[in-house]
T-cell receptor, first 109, second 112 residues
Framework: GQQVMQIPQYQHVQEGEDFTTYCNSS?????IQWYKQRPGGHPVFLIQ?????EVKKQKRLTFQFGEAKKNSSLHITATQTTDVGTYFC?????????FGTGTRLKVLA | DVKVTQSSRYLVKRTGEKVFLECVQD?????MFWYRQDPGLGLRLIYF???????EKGDIPEGYSVSREKKERFSLILESASTNQTSMYLC???????????FGPGTRLTVT
């Protein structure tokens, strides 16, 4: 079946280090969304990418959508303790989103 | 602000019981979704609805059913709860199927 894999599953970084999570799909995606889930919370929408090769920035966060629209990445520059949480990608296939397995980020002060 | 509420934060049920999980959204969204979240598996879509009285199976519909009698309310039903349905259940809504989803706080269901 259609799958969206994310790596790594876990990442521990020192505060101030960079962090990247990667999302790979077995099928072409119409668009991709990214969500953040704080510990004990629910997923909150961060951004949506639609075009092949698209790059968007939100302060220290940079999101990319691959040329083939099968992969995406989220990069955080100079992590802070407030970045702690699980980051999910969600790819749109036909008319429903398939969520990735998530990357849990821990930031050590 | 969009608000999605779920009837319970925590629920404990016995094997074989019929379980109802309720979700209400206040933004007149057309689409509503039920997911379950398990460690290492991400969010998996159980059912979704794009209109009142309409429903579509997601990736893991077995053992579940849904009801959408009013636009703002989407219910998930476990006909006969089993221990492998112990999970976090998340409801979400969106204006259109391709738009961002707004999630409720989740219901942590334990089936003993």
């Amino acid at each position: 079946g259609q799958q969206v894999m994310q790596i790594p599953q876990y990442q521990h970084v020192q505060e101030g280090e960079d962090f990247t999570t990667y999302c790979n799909s077995s099928t072409t995606l119409s668009n991709i969304q990214w969500y953040k889930q704080r510990p004990g919370g629910h997923p909150v929408f961060l951004i949506q990418l639609v075009k092949s090769g698209e790059v968007k920035k939100q302060k220290r966060l940079t999101f990319q959508f691959g040329e083939a629209k099968k992969n995406s990445s989220l990069h955080i520059t100079a992590t802070q303790t407030t970045d702690v949480g699980t980051y999910f990608c969600a790819g749109l296939v036909t008319y429903k989103y398939i969520f990735g397995t998530g990357t849990r980020l821990k930031v050590l002060a | 602000d969009v608000k999605v509420t779920q009837s319970s934060r925590y629920l404990v049920k016995r094997t074989g019981e019929k379980v109802f999980l309720e979700c209400v959204q206040d933004m007149d969204h057309e689409n509503m979704f039920w997911y379950r979240q398990d460690p290492g598996l991400g969010l998996r879509l159980i059912y979704f609805s794009y209109d009142v009285k309409m429903k579509e199976k997601g990736d893991i519909p077995e053992g579940y059913s849904v009801s959408r009698e009013k636009k703002e309310r989407f219910s998930l039903i476990l006909e006969s709860a089993s221990t492998n349905q112990t999970s976090m259940y998340l409801c979400a809504s969106s204006k259109d199927y391709s738009y961002e989803q707004y999630f409720g706080p989740g219901t942590r269901l334990t089936v003993t």
